[in-house]
């Protein structure tokens, strides 16, 4: 019996050591799993964890550097030594606001038991509230020049970016906003100087070119314009300022096909860009596809009611048709929604002058000579009206500033020959009259006639 019980025992012992390396395994693996898991993890959030140390127990990895413990009551770094890799933008995000959260809890218990507030571990509060504050001055700065552009109120964009510190000024954004106010009040020369310097300061610049290729344009510098379409082209063909630019290249090389192609790229790249479609409906109005443009011009409105450039095509297009009326209303709604531009309102005089309101005419278009004292198209249809109104004395005043400004237009000239052939001075007529001619016999027999019955 004593025999038995003696092997009985021994194998009992021989299956326990069979079966003890079998669990060991076991938990092993498991414990290797569990570290694997929260590293997989850990690398598909980009986090950076501890590199995996294999030793003869197993697998050690999360738990083999212990995570670093922050006293909150304190306030004080960890005990163990920094890492020598950068912390990533939680983690220094994460220890802001515990920081944060230390120094608020340290002053309300002082608060609390009515101890002195200890200076070493809270900030200067009198320059952190002013730092904040001159960060919202700035702020607000910019807030209100965005929001004054908004409404076209382009003097009061150019006085507030004024304000400005000069590295501020100095950027891409503030001088295209500039640029564009400078645009919208038909100051070309001012605009484009400002333009070259958000150039030179942001060469990689797309965002804004769109304008920028409407000054060159109405400046008729072509070389500078083909220039500026390889450059933001190059830049990014993908955006749909770089395809309006192109557009504008080829229009002002007279290549109206091609700026159409162009234009319906950039409709193609962002179909919810209101001014590619304006700019598109001008070239199909130059073309003669009114349908096509008046359908550019309402997909404008569509995407941006308040784009004037669309309600002034629309207007074109109406006076086209001789559908007077309707350009009268579609002029004075571009007119009130950009109240600064001189040119949307002469155009609305020179309407109001064809249906027979002379009156109001003048009135329109004294306004648009105060908004652009200097700008020959608003002085030579309040010369026109003023011509109506039988003031000739008055209308030979304007033509001759007119012709400073303008010296190579023809209707300038035939306007002087109609104005002195009403006050009876045929020779004087004649000699302007062969003037235009010079200057462009085609438009020669037009002119004439829209000069008056008397010429």
């Not at 959030?45 to 030793?55: D, I, K």
């Not at 002085?379 to 010296?407: F, I, W």
């Amino acid at each position: 019996a004593s025999k038995r019980t003696r092997s009985q025992v021994t194998s009992v012992e021989d299956d326990e050591d069979v079966s003890t390396p079998a669990v060991v395994n076991a938990a092993s693996t498991r414990r290797t799993a569990a570290a694997r898991r929260p590293a997989r993890r850990a690398v598909k959030l980009g986090f950076e964890e501890s590199p995996v140390e294999t030793g003869g127990a197993g697998v050690r990895g999360l738990e083999s550097t212990p995570r670093p413990t922050l006293s909150v009551d304190s306030g004080t770094a960890p005990d163990t030594a920094p890492s020598a890799k950068p912390r990533t933008v939680a983690a220094n995000l994460f220890a802001s606001l515990q920081a944060a959260s230390s120094v608020h809890k340290t002053s309300v218990s002082q608060e609390d038991t009515g101890s002195e507030p200890d200076t070493t571990q809270q900030p200067n509060m009198s320059e952190l509230s002013a730092s904040h504050g001159a960060a919202m001055e700035l702020l607000l700065l910019f807030a209100q020049a965005y929001g004054r552009m908004a409404v076209y109120d382009c003097h009061g964009v150019i006085d507030l970016l004024e304000l400005m510190p000069a590295k501020h000024l100095n950027s891409g954004w503030a001088m295209c906003l500039m640029g564009k106010a400078f645009m919208e009040l038909a100051d070309y020369r001012a605009a484009d100087r400002v333009f070259r310097m958000a150039r030179r300061l942001e060469s990689h610049r797309v965002a804004g070119m769109e304008d920028y290729s409407t000054v060159l344009w109405h400046l008729g510098q072509e070389t500078m314009l083909a220039y500026l379409a390889n450059e933001v082209m190059a830049a990014d063909p993908n955006h749909p300022a770089s395809w309006c630019v192109a557009g504008n290249c080829l229009s002002l090389a007279k290549d109206h096909d091609g700026a159409i192609r162009h234009f319906e790229r950039a409709v193609q790249v962002d179909p919810t860009f209101a001014y590619a479609y304006t700019l598109l409906g001008h070239e199909c109005l130059y073309n003669e596809a009114t349908d096509k443009a008046e359908a550019c011009f309402r997909n404008a409105i569509r995407y941006n009611p308040r784009h004037y450039n669309a309600w002034y095509g629309l207007g074109t297009i109406a006076n086209r048709q001789e559908n007077l009326e309707d350009a009268m209303k579609h002029m004075f709604k571009a007119a009130t929604i950009n109240s600064a531009s001189p040119i949307l309102w002469g155009n609305l005089g020179k309407v109001l002058h064809q249906i027979g309101h002379f009156h109001k005419a003048l009135k329109v278009l004294d306004k648009a000579a105060k908004l652009g004292p200097n700008n020959p198209m608003v002085k030579y249809h309040r010369t026109s009206v003023l011509v109506s109104l039988g003031r000739c004395q008055e209308a030979l005043v304007e033509l001759d500033l007119l012709k400073k400004l303008a010296p190579r237009e023809p209707s300038v000239y035939f306007l002087l020959a109609n104005v002195y052939s009403k006050l009876d001075q045929p020779d004087k007529a004649q000699l302007y009259t062969s003037w235009g001619i010079d200057l462009d016999p085609k438009a020669s027999s037009g002119l004439k006639q829209q000069a008056g019955p008397e010429y």
